[in-house]
């Protein structure tokens, strides 16, 4: 890759990073958090402020990458940090669920995933913009693994609405990176493929799907599993890290041979698929062991062997499926089926808590995990990427 390339790979990383920070810091505390807010009793509205960005920003994805062709990439994302700050603010002066409900729609509004993948894509030539995409899908993995360490240390030092005012300042700092260290990307020329034409994909469809899945389960997970630490493995908030840092770094360790072997032996069908069984037996593990600390703890673990992989491998297989000309239109609408599935996870995992209980949100999120395993047993197999002239980004 050229300097240019690097820097505005690594640099349109961490603008990704950011925003996945102001949803991923959350995630550890906010449940027990909201028991202090006059109205934070209340599970079902808990969980919809959890979710709430992922709804705003499923509204956003597309418009906003149709905006980035027309007006400009750098534009639209400015634009989106704007709003990402503004949320922020918003968020941490609120002293209810509710206005912390509002503060994240604001944030969540600021959809420029698809802006800055496809910025990503202008800025990078072909055979080099696998690795750029990896960069970006490598910084997510890290925003999250930090943000469930950091999240409880700052909860405790800052509160909630420090945290909501750290992220509202990087995102401010973010927007000059945006416009004096991204390079400027030359004109690419590009063929217009209607939307239906990515709609219709049969093959794109079973990756939406999943992607679905996926943050649908995540967001629903910590709906219940902080109080469940809490309260089965008697460890206090601010002593999750102890549990997330570990299983965090080896997870990340114990799911590269997986891919490096699907990858070089033409395997990743089998791969994607283990992982998503996987991915059903944590469910079920979380439905029968829940209030086992140990079994809690290696579920955890189980869980994001799985997740992991399938976070790095999906967004590349839509970038080899989709049209050549049509790639942003595929991302902009796998990033919106993305942030769908957060926003049901925290609607439907607070919902089922406060109405049934606790097991049922995993009951749930396995028996769609389920029907994506079906899904993807029928899907072509995966070709073997042997050279990286041939990957179509």
Request: glycine share 8%; charged share 10%; aromatic share 10%.
């Amino acid at each position: 890759m050229s300097r240019d390339e690097i820097r505005s790979a690594t640099s349109l990383a961490s603008i990704f990073a950011l925003r996945m920070l102001g949803l991923f810091l959350i995630l550890p505390v906010f449940a027990i958090h909201a028991k202090t807010l006059p109205d934070g009793d209340n599970s079902m509205l808990v969980g919809l402020a959890m979710g709430i960005y992922g709804l705003s920003q499923a509204f956003g994805q597309i418009p906003f990458g149709i905006a980035s062709d027309k007006f400009g990439r750098k534009r639209i994302i400015v634009i989106g940090l704007l709003l990402f700050a503004a949320g922020a603010f918003v968020a941490a002066m609120a002293t209810t669920v509710m206005g912390v409900l509002i503060g994240r729609a604001i944030q969540g509004a600021g959809a420029i995933s698809a802006a800055i993948t496809a910025l990503i894509a202008d800025s990078t030539r072909e055979e080099h913009r696998t690795k750029a995409m990896a960069m970006v899908g490598g910084s997510i993995g890290l925003t999250f693994a930090l943000s469930l360490v950091a999240a409880p240390l700052l909860y405790q030092r800052i509160g909630m609405q420090g945290i909501f005012g750290l992220t509202a300042v990087l995102s401010l700092m973010a927007i000059a990176v945006v416009l004096y260290v991204t390079p400027e990307a030359p004109a690419v020329p590009h063929e217009p493929v209607p939307l239906s034409v990515v709609l219709k994909n049969r093959e794109l469809m079973r990756l939406n799907y999943g992607v679905f899945v996926l943050h649908l389960s995540q967001m629903a997970m910590f709906v219940v599993v902080p109080s469940a630490l809490v309260q089965f493995a008697d460890l206090p908030v601010v002593s999750h890290w102890k549990v997330y840092l570990p299983i965090m770094f080896v997870s990340f360790i114990a799911m590269l041979p997986a891919i490096f072997v699907g990858e070089k032996y033409g395997k990743m069908k089998q791969v994607f698929v283990g992982a998503i069984a996987l991915l059903l037996l944590v469910q079920l593990g979380f439905w029968q062991f829940l209030q086992q600390p140990w079994a809690l703890i290696a579920l955890l673990f189980a869980f994001f062997v799985a997740f992991n992989i399938l976070e790095a491998s999906q967004p590349s297989l839509v970038s080899r499926i989709a049209p050549p000309s049509a790639k942003g239109a595929a991302l902009g609408v796998y990033n919106t089926l993305q942030a769908i599935g957060l926003f049901c996870g925290g609607a439907i995992g607070g919902w089922l808590k406060q109405h049934m209980d606790a097991s049922s949100v995993f009951i749930v999120s396995a028996i769609m995990t389920m029907l994506w395993l079906i899904i993807a047993v029928n899907m072509p197999a995966i070709a073997k990427r042997s050279k990286p002239a041939t990957v179509q980004a």
